[in-house]
């Protein structure tokens, strides 16, 4: 069956650079998606790339996909406080028409 | 404002209670999803509907059950619920079955 990894907590300072890491093991997938939670509210979609793309470049995000190595990243430039939240991976099409979410990395922006 | 709203925002109940959770969306999506976020496990999809019809069951227990009256409105009827029930409940809808989701932003749960 599907499976979605990620790391569970990245700690960064304001203005750096910040990359998420997540992997996925269903080769399948037609569509892999990045969303952000902040407290106390739902999920928002970010960013997402097709499956025979390698890189997705929107603003400050870059999404690559290495899908031989079935790893996805998501590098987000000059990190913002506002930036401190719940990032979820997740793949489409393995598994039917839903998504699968990986467990949630939480990022932590200090000043 | 994602175009989804969910009530109540915040529910706690005896287990013998019955409640109910309502998610109505503006968005013009055709199907609408009910996930379930606990602290200690990923994202669980619980139930999906597209036009209006269940297309996905997740094997949630019978003392959730859900109901979409139309392609704005999904309800999720709790019964006899348990402590370990406790947890967010997201609703989110979409414009076929895709992965674009648009989330609204919960209902959190406790179960006494």
């Known amino acids: 069956g599907e499976d979605v990894e990620q790391s569970l907590f990245l700690s960064v300072r304001e203005g750096d650079s910040s990359v998420i890491n997540c992997t996925y093991t269903d080769s399948s997938s037609t569509y892999l998606y990045w969303y952000k939670q902040e407290p106390g509210a739902g999920l928002q979609l970010l960013t997402y790339i097709f499956s025979n793309m390698d890189m997705k470049q929107d603003q400050r995000l870059t999404v690559l996909l290495n899908k031989k190595d079935k790893h996805l990243s998501l590098r987000i430039a000059d990190t913002q406080t506002g930036d401190s939240a719940i990032y979820f991976c997740?793949?489409?099409?393995?598994?039917?028409?839903?998504?699968?979410f990986g467990g949630g990395t939480r990022v932590l922006v200090k000043p | 404002e994602t175009g989804v709203t969910q009530t109540p925002r915040h529910l706690v109940m005896g287990m013998t209670n019955k409640k109910s959770l309502k998610c109505e969306q503006h968005?013009?999506?055709?199907?609408m999803y009910w996930y379930k976020q606990s602290a200690k496990k990923p994202l669980e999809l619980m139930f999906v509907?597209?036009?209006?019809?269940?297309?996905e069951n997740n094997s949630v227990p019978s003392r959730f059950s859900p109901e979409c009256p139309n392609s704005s409105h999904l309800f999720l009827h709790l019964h006899t619920l348990q402590p370990e029930d406790s947890a967010l409940y997201l609703c989110?809808?979409?414009?076929?079955?895709?992965?674009?989701?648009?989330f609204g932003e919960g209902s959190r749960l406790t179960v006494l």
């Open positions: 509907y597209s036009l209006e019809e269940r297309v």
């Open positions: 989110a809808s979409s414009r076929g079955l895709t992965g674009e989701l648009f």
């Open positions: 968005l013009g999506h055709n199907a």
């Open positions: 997740a793949e489409f099409g393995a598994a039917g028409n839903k998504l699968t």
